[in-house]
């Protein structure tokens, strides 16, 4: 039962335009959301997050987007560098009443960023 | 401030036989995780402390798998015996604690992780 979904594994875009990433999901208790980027033979690094009671979280050159409606988020870069080339995990977390709270990860996207 | 050290980095076992990952968390953090990520799959979470204790091993496979954090600090993840289907990225990460206001998140810190290949 995959509750996070990344239908894209894969994403290449021309510096300087836009990157979107996109991810779905199906349990309506996820309320909080976040990007990770991983780099290879490095950990997961958290790049930005949006609560449930939010639709849009900026910072800097990435925007997070939330519909609920949906179930949809999607993570944009604008505008996209070379050294934006990753695995970008998409995450929700659930409340869970023993130890707060519990990550489901989707598949990931490799984006590439073409100088 | 240094960050989630894990070791080995790379590991090559034949099947049935066992294996141990170890980890160092952030210093300060009372929680720690243990993820597995396939390949071509998300991390999925196989089991959280906090301090000492578990607060969830419900995704851990407990006929092979265990894990301890005797002393609330570092922590080591034991496979006994291994399958082919083990084959994976071992991630540790630790957070601050348990991160229990609604709406809000309590940031992980990842390790690089430890590759296990199981011939």
């Known amino acids: 039962d995959q509750q996070v979904k990344q239908n894209s594994p894969s994403l290449s875009v021309q510096e300087g335009r836009i990157s979107i990433l996109n991810c779905d999901y199906t349990?309506?208790?996820?309320?909080?959301f976040l990007w990770y980027k991983k780099y290879p033979a490095e950990g997961p690094t958290f790049l930005i997050s949006i609560s449930s009671i939010k639709d849009k979280n900026e910072d800097g050159r990435f925007t997070v987007f939330l519909n609920k409606s949906a179930k949809h988020l999607s993570l944009h870069i604008v505008p996209s560098q070379p050294g934006d080339s990753a695995v970008y995990f998409c995450?929700?977390?659930?409340?869970?009443?023993?130890?707060?709270?519990?990550?489901?990860f989707g598949e990931g996207t490799q984006l590439t960023v073409n100088p | 401030e240094a960050g989630v050290a894990q070791s080995p980095r790379y590991k090559i076992i034949e099947k049935r036989q066992s294996v141990a990952f170890w980890c160092n968390p952030i210093?300060?953090?009372?929680?720690l995780y243990w993820y597995q990520q396939i390949l071509g799959q998300g991390p999925k979470l196989l089991i959280q402390?906090?301090?000492?204790?578990?607060?969830?091993d419900s995704q851990l496979p407990k006929d092979r798998f265990s894990a301890e954090r005797l002393k609330g600090v570092d922590s080591t993840l034991k496979i006994q015996p291994a399958k082919l289907e083990d084959s994976a990225v071992y991630l540790c990460?630790?957070?601050?604690?348990?991160?229990?206001?609604?709406?809000?998140?309590?940031?992980?810190?990842f390790g690089p992780g430890t590759r296990l290949t199981v011939l």
């Open positions: 349990n309506s208790m996820f309320d909080y």
């Open positions: 210093s300060g953090h009372a929680t």
């Open positions: 402390f906090q301090n000492n204790g578990v607060v969830d």
């Open positions: 990460a630790s957070s601050l604690s348990l991160g229990l206001a609604p709406f809000a998140y309590n940031e992980q810190f």
């Open positions: 995450a929700a977390s659930m409340r869970v009443e023993t130890s707060g709270s519990r990550l489901t």
